[in-house]
Protein backbone atom coordinates (compact mmCIF):
# COMPACT_ATOMS: atom_id res chain seq x y z
CA UNK A 1 0.00 0.00 0.00
CA UNK A 2 1.42 3.32 -1.08
CA UNK A 3 1.32 6.31 0.85
CA UNK A 4 1.41 10.14 0.28
CA UNK A 5 4.14 11.81 1.94
CA UNK A 6 2.59 15.09 1.26
CA UNK A 7 -0.80 13.72 2.06
CA UNK A 8 0.47 12.26 5.05
CA UNK A 9 1.72 15.55 6.41
CA UNK A 10 -1.17 17.37 5.78
CA UNK A 11 -3.23 14.72 7.63
CA UNK A 12 -0.96 14.93 10.75
CA UNK A 13 -1.20 18.71 11.23
CA UNK A 14 -2.17 19.65 14.56
CA UNK A 15 -5.43 20.94 13.02
CA UNK A 16 -6.38 17.92 11.85
CA UNK A 17 -4.90 15.40 14.66
CA UNK A 18 -7.47 17.07 16.77
CA UNK A 19 -10.45 17.18 14.61
CA UNK A 20 -9.29 12.93 14.33
CA UNK A 21 -9.22 12.96 17.71
CA UNK A 22 -12.90 14.28 18.66
CA UNK A 23 -14.34 12.55 15.77
CA UNK A 24 -12.99 9.18 16.72
CA UNK A 25 -14.84 9.62 20.44
CA UNK A 26 -17.90 9.87 18.57
CA UNK A 27 -20.16 6.67 18.22
CA UNK A 28 -21.37 5.40 15.40
CA UNK A 29 -24.31 3.15 14.46
CA UNK A 30 -23.51 2.55 10.69
CA UNK A 31 -22.34 -0.54 11.67
CA UNK A 32 -25.65 -1.85 13.57
CA UNK A 33 -26.94 -0.56 9.74
CA UNK A 34 -24.74 -2.55 7.87
CA UNK A 35 -25.37 -5.87 9.49
CA UNK A 36 -28.90 -5.39 9.83
CA UNK A 37 -29.40 -4.46 6.23
CA UNK A 38 -27.52 -7.77 5.69
CA UNK A 39 -29.37 -9.83 7.07
CA UNK A 40 -32.70 -8.64 6.56
CA UNK A 41 -32.09 -8.80 3.08
CA UNK A 42 -30.95 -12.52 2.84
CA UNK A 43 -33.56 -13.56 5.54
CA UNK A 44 -36.05 -12.35 3.50
CA UNK A 45 -35.09 -13.39 0.01
CA UNK A 46 -34.77 -17.16 1.79
CA UNK A 47 -37.89 -16.93 2.33
CA UNK A 48 -39.04 -15.49 -1.26
CA UNK A 49 -36.95 -18.45 -2.52
CA UNK A 50 -38.56 -21.38 -0.63
CA UNK A 51 -41.78 -20.18 -1.40
CA UNK A 52 -41.22 -19.47 -5.36
CA UNK A 53 -39.46 -23.09 -5.25
CA UNK A 54 -42.69 -24.34 -3.25
CA UNK A 55 -44.90 -23.21 -6.29
CA UNK A 56 -46.90 -20.88 -4.24
CA UNK A 57 -48.75 -17.76 -5.02
CA UNK A 58 -47.12 -14.13 -4.56
CA UNK A 59 -49.75 -13.57 -2.01
CA UNK A 60 -48.15 -16.39 0.10
CA UNK A 61 -44.80 -15.08 -0.60
CA UNK A 62 -45.96 -11.11 0.78
CA UNK A 63 -47.78 -12.92 3.60
CA UNK A 64 -44.45 -14.68 4.83
CA UNK A 65 -41.95 -12.09 3.69
CA UNK A 66 -43.83 -9.46 5.98
CA UNK A 67 -43.91 -11.44 8.37
CA UNK A 68 -40.67 -12.34 8.57
CA UNK A 69 -39.47 -8.87 8.52
CA UNK A 70 -41.51 -7.93 10.98
CA UNK A 71 -40.81 -10.72 13.28
CA UNK A 72 -37.37 -11.23 12.60
CA UNK A 73 -36.22 -7.57 12.35
CA UNK A 74 -37.60 -7.40 15.45
CA UNK A 75 -35.51 -10.63 17.51
CA UNK A 76 -32.51 -9.17 15.94
CA UNK A 77 -33.07 -5.71 17.05
CA UNK A 78 -34.09 -7.48 20.63
CA UNK A 79 -30.72 -9.30 20.46
CA UNK A 80 -28.26 -6.34 19.25
CA UNK A 81 -30.14 -4.27 22.31
CA UNK A 82 -29.60 -7.22 24.76
CA UNK A 83 -25.83 -7.61 23.73
CA UNK A 84 -25.30 -4.26 23.21
CA UNK A 85 -26.62 -3.15 26.61
CA UNK A 86 -25.01 -6.36 28.35
CA UNK A 87 -21.81 -4.62 27.51
CA UNK A 88 -23.11 -1.12 28.53
CA UNK A 89 -23.29 -2.72 32.19
CA UNK A 90 -20.05 -4.91 32.07
CA UNK A 91 -18.50 -1.58 31.43
CA UNK A 92 -20.15 0.06 34.21
CA UNK A 93 -19.78 -2.53 36.96
CA UNK A 94 -15.93 -1.89 35.28
CA UNK A 95 -15.55 1.19 35.99
CA UNK A 96 -17.40 1.27 39.73
CA UNK A 97 -15.11 -1.89 40.99
CA UNK A 98 -12.06 0.22 39.95
CA UNK A 99 -13.19 3.26 41.45
CA UNK A 100 -13.83 1.21 44.84
CA UNK A 101 -10.33 -0.14 44.82
CA UNK A 102 -8.80 3.44 43.85
CA UNK A 103 -10.26 4.53 46.84
CA UNK A 104 -9.79 1.40 49.47
CA UNK A 105 -6.11 1.05 48.27
CA UNK A 106 -4.77 3.83 46.26
CA UNK A 107 -0.61 2.93 46.73
CA UNK A 108 -1.73 -0.65 44.76
CA UNK A 109 -4.00 1.01 42.05
CA UNK A 110 -0.50 3.45 41.48
CA UNK A 111 1.44 0.53 41.58
CA UNK A 112 -0.80 -0.88 38.74
CA UNK A 113 -0.43 2.09 36.81
CA UNK A 114 3.36 2.36 37.45
CA UNK A 115 3.88 -1.13 35.77
CA UNK A 116 1.48 -0.35 33.21
CA UNK A 117 3.88 2.63 32.04
CA UNK A 118 6.79 1.03 32.55
CA UNK A 119 6.06 -1.83 30.28
CA UNK A 120 5.45 1.27 27.89
CA UNK A 121 9.21 2.39 28.35
CA UNK A 122 9.11 4.74 30.91
CA UNK A 123 11.70 4.42 33.90
CA UNK A 124 13.24 6.72 36.29
CA UNK A 125 11.59 10.34 37.46
CA UNK A 126 9.71 9.76 33.91
CA UNK A 127 8.06 6.97 34.97
CA UNK A 128 7.25 8.60 38.37
CA UNK A 129 5.96 11.48 37.00
CA UNK A 130 3.65 9.72 34.65
CA UNK A 131 2.12 8.14 37.46
CA UNK A 132 1.86 11.11 39.19
CA UNK A 133 -0.03 12.88 36.80
CA UNK A 134 -3.03 9.89 36.08
CA UNK A 135 -3.49 8.93 39.96
CA UNK A 136 -3.87 13.52 40.02
CA UNK A 137 -6.95 12.98 38.16
CA UNK A 138 -9.68 10.03 39.04
CA UNK A 139 -11.60 9.77 35.91
CA UNK A 140 -8.16 9.47 33.93
CA UNK A 141 -6.61 6.99 36.52
CA UNK A 142 -9.84 4.79 36.14
CA UNK A 143 -9.97 5.57 31.90
CA UNK A 144 -5.91 4.77 32.22
CA UNK A 145 -7.05 1.06 34.18
CA UNK A 146 -10.07 0.25 31.95
CA UNK A 147 -8.14 0.84 28.54
CA UNK A 148 -4.74 -0.79 29.64
CA UNK A 149 -4.79 -2.96 32.45
CA UNK A 150 -8.86 -4.77 31.25
CA UNK A 151 -8.46 -4.05 27.89
CA UNK A 152 -11.92 -2.19 27.54
CA UNK A 153 -12.94 0.73 24.99
CA UNK A 154 -13.81 4.40 26.93
CA UNK A 155 -16.72 4.52 24.08
CA UNK A 156 -19.85 3.18 25.30
CA UNK A 157 -22.98 2.72 22.74
CA UNK A 158 -26.40 2.91 23.28
CA UNK A 159 -28.79 -0.12 23.93
CA UNK A 160 -32.11 1.42 22.16
CA UNK A 161 -29.63 3.50 19.00
CA UNK A 162 -27.81 0.23 17.87
CA UNK A 163 -31.29 -1.82 18.15
CA UNK A 164 -33.09 0.92 15.86
CA UNK A 165 -29.81 0.96 13.43
CA UNK A 166 -30.53 -2.44 13.22
CA UNK A 167 -34.20 -2.67 13.00
CA UNK A 168 -34.46 0.29 10.11
CA UNK A 169 -31.89 -1.23 7.89
CA UNK A 170 -33.73 -4.67 8.26
CA UNK A 171 -36.99 -3.45 7.62
CA UNK A 172 -35.81 -0.92 4.59
CA UNK A 173 -33.18 -3.17 2.87
CA UNK A 174 -34.71 -6.21 3.47
CA UNK A 175 -37.73 -5.09 1.81
CA UNK A 176 -36.41 -4.72 -1.71
CA UNK A 177 -36.82 -8.97 -1.78
CA UNK A 178 -40.65 -8.12 -1.88
CA UNK A 179 -40.83 -5.08 -4.28
CA UNK A 180 -41.90 -7.04 -7.16
CA UNK A 181 -44.55 -9.00 -5.59
CA UNK A 182 -46.40 -6.19 -4.39
CA UNK A 183 -45.83 -4.82 -7.41
CA UNK A 184 -47.87 -7.29 -9.45
CA UNK A 185 -50.28 -7.32 -6.66
CA UNK A 186 -51.65 -4.00 -6.94
CA UNK A 187 -50.88 -3.63 -10.98
CA UNK A 188 -53.73 -4.75 -13.12
CA UNK A 189 -52.38 -6.41 -15.64
CA UNK A 190 -49.26 -7.09 -14.92
CA UNK A 191 -47.12 -9.79 -16.97
CA UNK A 192 -43.66 -10.88 -15.53
CA UNK A 193 -42.37 -13.04 -13.25
CA UNK A 194 -41.86 -11.42 -9.66
CA UNK A 195 -39.36 -13.88 -8.72
CA UNK A 196 -36.75 -13.29 -11.31
CA UNK A 197 -37.16 -9.38 -11.10
CA UNK A 198 -37.08 -10.49 -6.86
CA UNK A 199 -33.92 -11.99 -7.61
CA UNK A 200 -32.33 -9.41 -9.90
CA UNK A 201 -32.74 -6.83 -7.07
CA UNK A 202 -31.93 -8.65 -4.32
CA UNK A 203 -28.82 -9.60 -6.01
CA UNK A 204 -28.01 -5.46 -6.22
CA UNK A 205 -28.97 -5.21 -2.83
CA UNK A 206 -26.35 -8.12 -1.60
CA UNK A 207 -23.44 -6.52 -3.86
CA UNK A 208 -24.76 -2.77 -2.54
CA UNK A 209 -24.75 -3.65 1.27
CA UNK A 210 -21.41 -5.68 0.74
CA UNK A 211 -19.71 -2.69 -0.58
CA UNK A 212 -21.38 -0.77 2.52
CA UNK A 213 -20.15 -3.40 4.48
CA UNK A 214 -16.40 -2.67 3.24
CA UNK A 215 -15.50 0.60 5.04
CA UNK A 216 -15.55 -0.75 8.27
CA UNK A 217 -13.26 -3.88 7.57
CA UNK A 218 -10.09 -3.83 5.89
CA UNK A 219 -11.50 -5.21 2.42
CA UNK A 220 -11.78 -3.95 -1.07
CA UNK A 221 -15.73 -2.97 -1.80
CA UNK A 222 -15.84 -5.02 -4.96
CA UNK A 223 -14.50 -8.20 -2.90
CA UNK A 224 -16.91 -7.71 0.22
CA UNK A 225 -19.76 -7.02 -2.50
CA UNK A 226 -19.33 -10.20 -4.09
CA UNK A 227 -18.56 -11.69 -0.68
CA UNK A 228 -21.96 -10.69 0.36
CA UNK A 229 -23.82 -11.64 -3.14
CA UNK A 230 -22.51 -15.14 -3.10
CA UNK A 231 -22.87 -15.79 0.71
CA UNK A 232 -26.80 -14.45 0.22
CA UNK A 233 -27.10 -16.12 -2.54
CA UNK A 234 -26.59 -19.44 -1.86
CA UNK A 235 -28.50 -18.95 1.40
CA UNK A 236 -31.44 -18.43 -1.34
CA UNK A 237 -30.74 -21.21 -3.22
CA UNK A 238 -30.63 -23.35 -0.55
CA UNK A 239 -34.31 -22.22 0.20
CA UNK A 240 -35.49 -22.34 -2.99
CA UNK A 241 -34.17 -26.18 -3.18
CA UNK A 242 -35.85 -26.89 -0.13
CA UNK A 243 -38.85 -25.50 -0.90
CA UNK A 244 -39.11 -27.23 -4.41
CA UNK A 245 -38.03 -30.66 -2.96
CA UNK A 246 -40.87 -30.30 -0.18
CA UNK A 247 -43.69 -29.11 -3.06
CA UNK A 248 -42.77 -32.47 -4.91
CA UNK A 249 -42.50 -34.64 -1.46
CA UNK A 250 -46.26 -32.95 -0.71
CA UNK A 251 -47.39 -33.42 -4.24
CA UNK A 252 -46.51 -37.17 -3.74
Known amino acids: MSLDPKALAEDHSPQRVQLR???????SYLPDFVYGAIDGTVTTFAVV???????LSSNVVIILGFANLIGDGFSMAASNYLG??????????ARDRESDEIDAYPEGEREEVRQIFAAKGFEGAELERAVEIISADKDRWINTMLTDEMGLSLTVRSPIRAATATMVAFLIVGLIPLLSFVWQTVTVNADFDPYWWSALLTAIAFFA???AKSKFVQQH?????LETLLVGGAAASLAYFVGMALSSLLAS
Not at 84 to 93: I, V
Open 84 to 93: TRTESQLHAK
Open 49 to 55: SGVAGAG
Open 209 to 211: VGA
Open 221 to 225: WSWSG
Open 21 to 27: LEKDKQV
